[in-house]
């Protein structure tokens, strides 16, 4: 008779006798029983994993500098570390020497932007502002420099703004004219939210709040946020460098009756320069609403120089040229 390889069969291992056959069903049963009881502890082992992995990577994230609060590793409150650094902002710009500038004399170009889209002209402008002293009211005075023609080279300013009593005037040599009410409320809204007007004015009004709100990252580098928040719930947040503590930008919205919503403005501050021991950001961008608006480089700045009253009164016209 032909036999029938099966190899499955032919490797089963045959038992001799029935006492043999007993005791291998016994190892059976008590390795099936072992495996049984091992497999709870298994799915325990794994449950406890999954449990503990969410609190190890908490732990993890927040020994990150830049995702912990900083006040809560020096034990400060948000108020007390938002106090400390408008202090520490004061001293990187100069301490009581950035107090007590009374005037800044500036020289550079400017140029708008719509949209993001320059405005392919630059205007070249020498400005020049009295700080609010005892006795001494603020004031600012733009001049728009032109060329004087082929024959005769150079510049001269035919032109000129003067910002004095929240009020705007265009000054020529015919006499002055008012500046449309648009731009004298954004001029002015703008230097009510300066970082002068907030150290000067708002910390030394009852009711203001300044809060620390953590770090964040402006331009590629590392800022210290804090905002002061008035009583009258208008607020300015400014983003320090965290290493030199120097302004990185300045930001504030304002509510736009025309659209009855908010409208923001921020105002960044880059290529730092020390000028007569006073830090000074040589680039001044501004933004509205997320969009570049306009550009500033200064060419020349000069603190503390004599200024003469008459430079501020519109109802003085500019010589003929």
């Given at each position: 008779m032909k036999q029938v390889n099966e190899p499955h069969l032919a490797h089963s291992p045959q038992p001799s006798t029935g006492v043999q056959s007993e005791s291998g069903l016994r190892d059976r049963k008590k390795k099936i029983c072992m495996n049984c009881l091992a497999l709870?502890?298994?799915?325990?082992?794994?449950?406890?994993?999954?449990?503990?992995?969410?609190?190890?990577?908490?732990?993890?994230?927040?020994?990150?500098?830049?995702?912990?609060?900083?006040?809560?590793?020096?034990?400060?409150?948000?108020?007390?570390?938002?106090?400390?650094?408008?202090?520490?902002?004061?001293?990187?710009?100069?301490?009581?020497?950035?107090?007590?500038?009374?005037?800044?004399?500036?020289?550079?170009?400017?140029?708008?932007?719509?949209?993001?889209?320059?405005?392919?002209?630059?205007?070249?402008?020498?400005?020049?502002?009295?700080?609010?002293?005892?006795?001494?009211?603020?004031?600012?005075?733009?001049?728009?420099?032109?060329?004087?023609?082929?024959?005769?080279?150079?510049?001269?300013?035919?032109?000129?703004?003067?910002?004095?009593?929240?009020?705007?005037?265009?000054?020529?040599?015919?006499?002055?004219?008012?500046?449309?009410?648009?731009?004298?409320?954004?001029?002015?809204?703008?230097?009510?939210?300066?970082?002068?007007?907030?150290?000067?004015?708002?910390?030394?009004?009852?009711?203001?709040?300044?809060?620390?709100?953590?770090?964040v990252m402006v331009v590629r580098r590392l800022a210290d946020r804090i905002t002061v928040l008035a009583a009258t719930n208008d607020a300015v947040t400014l983003d320090l460098d965290a290493t030199t503590h120097l302004p990185l930008r300045r930001t504030f919205r304002w509510r736009n009756p025309q659209f009855n919503d908010y409208d923001e403005e921020s105002e960044t501050y880059d290529d730092y320069h020390t000028i007569q021991g006073l830090p000074t950001p040589l680039t001044i961008t501004r933004y509205h609403n997320g969009e570049m608006s306009n550009q500033r480089f200064l060419t020349r700045v000069a603190y503390n120089l004599p200024l003469a009253p008459s430079l501020f009164d519109p109802a003085v016209p500019l010589k003929k040229k």
């Open positions: 709870p502890a298994t799915f325990l082992l794994l449950a406890a994993t999954l449990l503990l992995a969410p609190m190890r990577l908490r732990a993890q994230a927040s020994d990150i500098p830049s995702a912990a609060p900083a006040s809560a590793s020096t034990g400060q409150t948000d108020t007390e570390r938002g106090r400390q650094l408008i202090d520490q902002m004061v001293a990187a710009l100069g301490g009581e020497a950035w107090l007590n500038r009374a005037t800044i004399q500036l020289d550079g170009r400017t140029s708008s932007f719509f949209h993001g889209v320059p405005n392919p002209y630059i205007t070249e402008y020498h400005e020049q502002r009295r700080l609010p002293a005892p006795g001494q009211s603020e004031a600012d005075r733009v001049g728009f420099l032109t060329d004087r023609g082929m024959i005769e080279p150079g510049k001269k300013i035919d032109v000129v703004q003067i910002w004095i009593a929240d009020n705007g005037y265009e000054v020529t040599y015919k006499g002055q004219t008012t500046l449309p009410k648009e731009q004298v409320e954004d001029y002015y809204r703008r230097r009510a939210h300066s970082i002068e007007e907030v150290v000067h004015t708002w910390l030394k009004a009852p009711g203001v709040m300044v809060v620390s709100e953590g770090t």
